[in-house]
Nanobody
Framework: VQLVESGGGLVQPGGSLRLSCAAS????????MGWYRQAPGLQRELVAD???????NYADSVKGRFTISGDSAKNTVYLQMNSLKPEDTAVYYC???????????WGQGTQVTVSS
């Protein structure tokens, strides 16, 4: 099973992008879905995640600008990114966490570049 991401690209500061992620086949028992990012020379960091119950969590740097949504049963997760800043430039990865068996799934990454 693969996670397939789309929606990255080049955008000017202040612009918006919407990232999407879907599993190539059904994964049962997903309890959390999230988006991480990794900028050059830095460690991968959590951007936002959402539980199967709908609770969300955001990095302080994106609160009020990014919105995560998704459906664990449909194995889809989205990240709406508004008011983008150059410091948001990174490769963005989606992540699904399965409870039984305990396993992490990762997407291949999609590049987001914020530049004028």
């Amino acid at each position: 099973v693969q996670l397939v991401e789309s929606g990255g690209g080049l955008v000017q500061p202040g612009g918006s992008l919407r990232l999407s992620c879907a599993a190539s086949a059904t994964i049962f028992g997903i309890y959390s879905m999230g988006w991480y990012r990794q900028a050059p020379g830095l460690q991968r960091e959590l951007v936002a995640d959402i539980t199967s119950g709908g609770s969300t969590n955001y990095a302080d740097s994106v609160k009020g600008r990014f919105t995560i949504s998704g459906d664990s049963a449909k194995n889809t997760v989205y990240l709406q990114m508004n008011s983008l800043k150059p410091e948001d430039t990174a490769v963005y990865y989606c992540n699904f966490r399965q409870s039984i068996p305990s396993r992490d799934y990762w997407g291949q990454g999609t590049q987001v570049t914020v530049s004028s």
